[in-house]
């Protein structure tokens, strides 16, 4: 079964959805109406995002053309739009797809100035400029912050710690001597996030933790000012240097994840901390964290999760993996997940790319045998649809996760019967917690999520979606097998 469209919003005669499926016809109408050769038009493709582009068809889903972003700006909050079609369309119908892309530009990934839109088809070329291109190069001055890696410090850290690939990467330079370094990872610059990692030489240890301080806040100055205004940072819940410097600065305890961390002996929680432009005047307190020894880790009662898991006399979960057994057609399984995307009220990102429940073409469907791999879809007695579940990333002990029921079916218990089942599982392959993020504007999960599990917090402002930012809510389900100590955090 090939890729298929997806639609993600519609004027009065077109749909614009993803990209994918009509690749082909839109190299073959660049190369026809532009006269480029196959490189030329691949190096086109190339400078436009492609979760950002979208196909055009009529509303019998008929190819037209595309539209996309290229000269992207996501600090400035700007870029060029390109819109490209088979045959000419008329002024109206021009505006129509413009119009409702810019709206979903500002609305998805926030993007409100446009610099230039380029129109081209057999018979028409031509560029209409918008707003004048503004050129300001911020800098961090910070006597401190040396900007870059240091290789020195660089191979230091990397005998004993993995160096993630940092975005506005500094070095940490005192006295003369290079002492570690900061930078960001996941920069979601829709959403106007990231987050800060920063790491030391062992022989730091003894540094004035205040001068540390300081230095992360004049880095994070920097940061705020070209455009990513959360900042979060995970410490260790017994990381006594960290968490003395982290007092210091204007970061805020928002949140913490349970069991979210090991080490060789313990099994310990994350804690969560954001900085924000807006100073904050009073502090949220770190509640009382407990660590567990492993040696006290008794809760695994099976090794491999149910590739099936009975919800009720009428649902139950089924592993892809499980689907040849279980006589499952997993074309059905996708047709259904993709009408169930396209009814949902919110803008989806990405535009021109779709995540699947299942990656066609690989006969194990992409999945690995280790348990955060694992994905369940929610099928009927007749194998109808009916939703999924996911893990998204797990280390040993604790699990995040993410489930979704179709529109036909909320609010009528069955999320609150999967996601307990699904608990249950996941207590029964050993982990101690597991984790759900919910977003501020999902009434319906919030709900959900408050009948099943308690709220540890929440990020402020750092989901853009329909033109807001929204809060960012952190539930965690604890084992009901802990000893009873571990459960009053």
């Known amino acids: 079964m090939k ?9 009065k005669n077109f749909f614009i959805g993803s990209f994918d499926f009509f690749e082909s016809l839109t190299k073959n ?17 190339y400078n436009m995002p492609n979760a950002y582009r979208g196909a055009i068809t009529d509303k019998k889903y008929n190819y037209l053309g595309y539209i996309g972003i290229y000269n992207y700006d996501p600090i400035f909050k700007r870029a060029s739009m390109r819109l490209e079609t088979i045959s000419n369309l008329s002024l109206d119908e021009k505006h129509e797809i413009i119009d409702e ?6 609305n998805s990934i926030n993007i409100f100035n446009i610099l230039e839109i380029k129109y081209v088809s057999k018979d028409e070329y031509y560029i209409l400029k918008n707003d004048k291109k503004v050129n300001l190069e911020l800098k961090c001055s910070s006597e401190f912050l040396v900007k870059g890696v240091n290789e020195s410090v660089k191979y230091s850290i990397q005998m004993h710690h993995k160096i993630p690939n940092l975005k506005f990467p500094f070095t940490i330079r005192y006295n003369d001597i290079n002492i570690g370094i900061i930078g960001l990872t996941n920069v ?3 959403n106007e996030r990231a987050n800060m990692n920063i790491i030391f030489v062992n022989k730091c240890q003894k540094i004035n933790k205040n001068i540390i301080a300081n230095v992360i ?18 410490i260790q819940s017994d990381d006594k240097f960290m968490l003395e410097i982290i007092k210091n600065t204007k970061f805020n305890y928002y949140a913490q994840i349970p069991f979210g961390t090991y080490d060789e ?15 904050i005047k009073i502090k949220n307190n770190i509640p009382r964290v407990e660590n567990m020894t492993k040696s006290s880790y008794l809760f695994k009662s099976k090794d491999n999760m149910n590739l099936v898991l009975k919800v009720d006399n009428i649902y139950r979960l089924v592993s892809p993996k499980a689907f040849k057994t279980e006589n499952i057609n997993k074309d059905k399984i996708i047709f259904s997940h993709i009408r169930a995307v396209q009814d949902r009220k919110e803008f989806a990102i990405p535009l021109g790319e779709d995540k699947y429940i299942l990656q066609y073409g690989n ?9 955060m791999n694992y994905s369940y879809v929610l099928l009927d007695n007749d194998n109808n649809y009916c939703g999924y579940v996911n893990i998204l990333r797990a280390n040993c002990f604790n699990a995040e996760i993410e489930i979704g029921i179709i529109p036909t079916l909320q609010r009528k218990g069955i999320g609150t019967k999967v996601i307990n089942k699904f608990y249950d599982e996941l207590f029964s392959v ?13 009434i319906a999960s919030i709900k959900l999520h408050d009948r099943v599990s308690k709220c540890y917090g929440k990020r402020t402002k750092s989901y853009y979606i329909n033109g807001k930012l929204w809060d960012m809510y952190y539930y965690t389900k604890i084992n009901d097998k802990l000893r009873e100590k571990y459960l009053n955090f």
């Open 430 to 442: 050993g982990f101690l917690s597991v984790t759900s993020i919910v977003f501020e504007f999902n």
């Open 363 to 371: 006969e194990d469907y992409g999945f690995k045998r280790t348990v």
């Open 101 to 106: 892309y810019r709206d979903w530009l500002k």
């Open 265 to 279: 002996k313990n099994i310990k929680s994350n804690l969560l901390f954001e900085h924000i432009p807006e100073s």
């Open 29 to 45: 109408i660049i190369m026809e109406n532009s006269k480029l050769t196959e490189d030329k038009v691949q190096q086109i493709l």
């Open 217 to 234: 806040e004049e880095y994070l100055k920097f940061i705020h000012k070209i455009g990513i205004y959360n900042i979060t940072f995970s």
């Open 188 to 190: 979601l610059w829709a």
């Open 3 to 11: 890729a298929m469209f997806i639609r993600k919003f519609e004027t």
